[in-house]
């Protein structure tokens, strides 16, 4: 089982930088060994475990780029246009007749290979047929529309690397080789928790003073987005005895736990204590707004991430704290977060020496500019401002005040998992 090695909880400063967290983070947690073999239709998304080199050129035969006349590139026209007689046909699939010789073209289609004695391709919409025979511009460079074999990827070429979670392009570049199963990590196992008696789970009951409970189904859709299994295990109440037996239950048979709420300081936040009697734990006071604080710990061997309650508060901490350590825990590369710079529309006050976050939306500004217009409310607890929003503008220690046409980085809530 992976683990989070004890020292890294000698950490207990006031402030946690959000760069100084995701250092720990992929420097203390243990990669998942195991891997499992999957085949190619459900690769998507999966952690590549080893590097894969390509088994053959691509393409892997020479062949025209385009629908035409191939001719041998030292028999083209010279100065003006010539008549070639037509030797033959060759189609995508099948092979050429013969070679072909001086003074003959041969019609050829996408894909098809090259015929011997050729390696230039008229395309059809430059020629013209006449008396049976095809007439040819001058002008063509010898080797036009043609794909080489390996231009693409010569054979032996690293092509795929382990650590790289698998997009639908690298999936049919396994395709193209050949290839039919993929050696993957195996899914990250987490368990999640949400944690407060106001809770109850849609579908049930809900009393007066009670909310259903949204976070656990924003986590669980974050963690399937990253390719987690995830392990539905409810919602607890506030009392230490029963959050620490319900943590050290699920800590033998998951990669992860991860629980909401209760990670306040306030007395009836018990998650804290429960960590603490059921294994080890370290309260990040990071620096990031909305965040709030976020408790680690290792329980029975597995690493414990407690989030905040307050929406806003778990999916931007989820974002720095909890993706990061999955991609740790499966021995991904970790992929820094890249704003894409637009212009603010809005003007923002911010605390210095804190990672702040704002909710926006995209807008195309009068000169076709992208903008970024500010959610009116700042409210940690408000669903809406995620829902009706894009993304985040990233607001970086050092800033202290944003004002309208200044450049700021903006984070779009795809890129983010
Ligand atoms: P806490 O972090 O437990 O103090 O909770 C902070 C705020 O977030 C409170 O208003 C809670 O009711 C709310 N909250 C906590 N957990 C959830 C949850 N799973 N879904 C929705 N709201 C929650
Ligand atoms: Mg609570």
């Known amino acids: 089982m992976a683990q989070l090695s004890d020292d890294c909880f000698a950490f207990g400063g006031p402030m946690m930088s959000v760069d100084e967290a995701v250092g720990i983070i992929a420097a203390r947690v243990t990669r998942v060994e195991d891997v499992e073999t999957v085949g190619l239709a459900a690769a998507d998304g999966r952690v590549l475990a080893r590097d894969i080199a390509a088994p053959l050129p691509l393409p892997p035969f020479t062949n025209s780029a385009v629908d035409g006349y ?19 046909r060759v189609q995508a699939g099948g092979s050429a007749p013969a070679p072909v010789k001086p003074g ?29 025979k095809v007439v040819l511009p001058a002008g063509l460079k010898p080797g036009a529309n043609v794909r080489p074999a390996g231009e693409d990827i010569p054979s032996g070429r690293a092509a795929l690397t382990a650590g790289q979670r698998l997009r639908p392009q690298d999936v049919a570049l396994a395709a193209a080789f050949g290839l039919t199963q993929l050696g993957v990590v195996r899914r990250i196992r987490v368990a999640v928790f949400s944690t407060g008696n106001e809770l109850v789970s849609p579908g049930e009951t809900r009393a007066a003073a009670q909310l259903f409970d949204s976070n656990r189904f924003m986590l669980m859709a974050m963690l399937a987005r990253l390719g987690c299994e995830v392990g539905d295990l409810g919602i607890l109440r506030d009392e230490r005895t029963s959050l620490a037996s319900a943590l050290k239950k699920v800590a033998g048979d998951h990669d992860l736990i991860l629980t909401t709420g209760g990670v306040s300081t306030g007395e009836e936040d018990h998650v804290k204590a429960a960590v603490e009697s059921a294994g080890k734990l370290v309260l990040w006071r990071m620096a990031i707004k909305p965040g709030r604080p976020v408790a680690m710990g290792i329980i029975g061997g597995t690493p414990f991430i407690g989030l905040p309650g307050n929406p806003v508060a778990s999916f931007v901490t989820f974002v720095h704290v909890v993706r990061p350590t999955i991609l740790a825990l499966s021995g991904a590369k970790l992929q820094p977060l890249v704003p894409m710079p637009v212009r603010a529309a809005f003007t923002y006050k911010k605390k210095i020496a804190r990672r702040e ?28 401002s995620l829902v009706d929003t894009d993304g985040l503008v990233e607001l970086d220690e050092r800033v202290t005040l944003v004002e309208p046409g200044q ?3 903006f984070l779009s809530y795809a890129s983010l998992l």
């Open 70 to 88: 191939a001719v041998a590139g030292r028999d083209l026209p010279q100065g003006e246009a010539q008549a070639y007689a037509v030797s033959g």
């Open 407 to 409: 450049t700021v980085g």
């Open 357 to 384: 976050y704002v909710r926006v939306t995209l807008r195309n500004g009068a000169d076709g500019g992208l903008e970024a217009v500010k959610f009116p409310r700042e409210g940690a607890g408000l669903l809406s």
């Open 104 to 132: 003959e073209a041969m019609r050829i289609f996408t894909g098809a290979p090259m015929p011997e004695g050729a390696d230039t391709v008229f395309m059809q919409e430059d020629v013209r047929l006449e008396d049976g």
